[in-house]
């Protein structure tokens, strides 16, 4: 880890519901960062933790190791596997697990107590700490992590995320239609991890999802350093979005597959 400032592993990629080849969204961001007393450690964030993606993350790390989860958005192929997630810090065999902070949307903490079907309090609150996402610009610190929440379009309550470690910058577009909230936290960013859940050709409704084109000229219009298309429903082939991406933008894209990491 160490020669790497930053590193996301897909850990999840599958737009809507979980694919055959992934389970629905979640990435794990990792780097270095002091302990607090003199040494240094592997910190790890998770942006999103969708449907089927907990399965998934113990290939690539401990899920107990985690630091902090950022939730984009309260749809379930972003956060349902917090379910899973609170059975396994709160019945543990080594007994329950620190709280770590979740950070999502207003109204997580409910509505993550509604998932489970449990008392609105504490609900999941014993586990996870609940904060809100700044509609302020204030930016979350966690270990070397520098995490910037910006409200974008969609049905619900929705958030890119924009984190930054030894100054890299990775930005996750949540789900979005093209705004320009999105080309302004994506500004300058080395990848921008992008949904592209929609195709140019058909008749799409707006302030919902991206296309491929969409992905490509946001890419564009912030200067990223390179682009990775994410969220493709297992219904569609996810070369089509490449291939708009890469008619709308010169700089590289690369499609997210689950157990892909990059160093940003």
């Given at each position: 880890?160490s020669?790497?400032p930053?590193?996301l592993?897909?850990?999840g990629?599958?737009?809507?519901?979980?694919?055959?080849?992934?389970p629905?969204?979640?990435?794990?961001?990792?780097?270095?960062?002091?302990?607090?007393?003199?040494?240094t450690?592997?910190w790890r964030?998770?942006?999103?933790?969708?449907?089927?993606?907990?399965?998934?993350l113990?290939?690539?790390a401990?899920p107990l190791?985690?630091?902090?989860v950022?939730?984009?958005?309260l749809?379930?192929?972003?956060?349902?596997?917090?379910c899973?997630?609170y059975v396994?810090?709160?019945?543990?065999p080594t007994?329950?697990q620190p709280?770590?902070?979740?950070?999502?949307?207003?109204?997580?903490a409910?509505r993550m107590?509604?998932?489970?079907?449990l008392?609105?309090?504490?609900g999941m609150?014993?586990?996870?700490?609940?904060?809100?996402?700044?509609?302020?610009?204030?930016?979350v610190?966690v270990?070397?992590?520098r995490?910037?929440a910006?409200?974008?379009?969609h049905?619900v309550d929705?958030?890119?995320l924009?984190?930054?470690?030894?100054?890299r910058?990775?930005?996750?577009s949540?789900?979005t239609?093209?705004?320009?909230?999105l080309?302004?936290?994506?500004?300058g960013?080395?990848?921008?991890?992008a949904?592209?859940?929609?195709?140019?050709?058909?008749?799409?409704?707006?302030?919902?999802h991206?296309?491929?084109a969409d992905?490509?000229?946001?890419?564009?219009a912030?200067?990223?350093?390179?682009l990775?298309?994410t969220?493709?429903?297992?219904?569609?082939?996810?070369?089509?979005a490449?291939?708009e991406a890469?008619a709308?933008?010169?700089?590289?894209?690369?499609?997210?597959?689950?157990?892909?990491t990059?160093?940003?």
């Amino acid at each position: 880890m160490s020669h790497h400032p930053m590193r996301l592993t897909v850990v999840g990629c599958s737009g809507s519901y979980p694919g055959p080849e992934s389970p629905a969204s979640c990435y794990l961001i990792e780097a270095e960062g002091d302990t607090g007393s003199g040494g240094t450690r592997t910190w790890r964030i998770l942006l999103d933790l969708g449907n089927g993606a907990l399965g998934r993350l113990q290939r690539h790390a401990d899920p107990l190791a985690v630091d902090a989860v950022f939730i984009s958005h309260l749809h379930a192929d972003h956060c349902l596997d917090l379910c899973g997630y609170y059975v396994m810090r709160k019945y543990h065999p080594t007994g329950p697990q620190p709280r770590i902070p979740v950070w999502g949307p207003a109204g997580t903490a409910e509505r993550m107590a509604r998932a489970y079907d449990l008392p609105h309090e504490p609900g999941m609150g014993e586990e996870f700490d609940f904060r809100e996402h700044s509609e302020s610009g204030v930016v979350v610190e966690v270990g070397p992590f520098r995490v910037e929440a910006r409200r974008v379009v969609h049905p619900v309550d929705a958030f890119a995320l924009r984190v930054t470690a030894h100054d890299r910058v990775l930005v996750y577009s949540g789900d979005t239609g093209p705004c320009a909230a999105l080309d302004e936290v994506a500004a300058g960013a080395d990848l921008l991890l992008a949904e592209a859940s929609f195709q140019s050709a058909t008749d799409n409704p707006p302030d919902l999802h991206l296309t491929g084109a969409d992905c490509g000229r946001t890419a564009a219009a912030a200067g990223v350093g390179r682009l990775v298309l994410t969220h493709v429903p297992p219904w569609y082939d996810p070369e089509v979005a490449r291939a708009e991406a890469i008619a709308e933008w010169d700089g590289p894209v690369e499609l997210a597959r689950a157990g892909a990491t990059y160093d940003v």
